[in-house]
């Protein structure tokens, strides 16, 4: 379902989503009780939301606003540029390399968060 520049994918498992370079500045995605997705976006958007979720893969080069992950188990973000993300009960390993890692803001409530660096 698109809303007003919102993308929201609701209850899908095993998905493959290449979004290339088809989004715009102005969008953002939610997705939410999805599991096993594998996502990768080539354009700047304005965030990306994770709501209940499992087993998810992103791979991003630019957001802008910044990324919320809450309830999900098992993400991995393969981090390209540095962002601002907000983690509630939730556990999530980071890919990234030193200079990225120290200037991506991370606010955790009850979380996990693993650094892997590369």
């Known amino acids: 379902m698109i809303l007003n520049n919102c993308l929201i994918l609701n209850e899908y498992n095993n998905i493959k989503i290449n979004f290339k370079n088809y989004l ?3 969008d953002s995605i939610i997705i939410k009780n999805c599991n096993n997705v594998n996502i ?4 700047p958007i304005n965030k990306i939301v994770f709501i209940n979720c499992k087993n998810v893969n992103l791979l991003s080069n630019k ?3 910044g990324m919320d992950i809450d309830y999900c188990k098992n993400c991995r973000i393969n981090l390209k ?3 601002y993300i907000n983690i509630f009960k ?3 390993i980071l890919n990234t390399n030193h200079q990225i890692k120290n200037n991506t ?3 955790q409530q009850y979380s996990n968060v693993k650094f892997n660096i590369i």
Do not use: G
């Open 90 to 92: 939730s556990n999530l």
């Open 105 to 107: 803001k991370i606010i």
């Open 81 to 83: 540029v540095p962002i």
């Open 24 to 26: 715009k500045l102005c």
């Open 63 to 65: 957001l802008i606003s």
């Open 40 to 43: 990768k976006i080539n354009s």
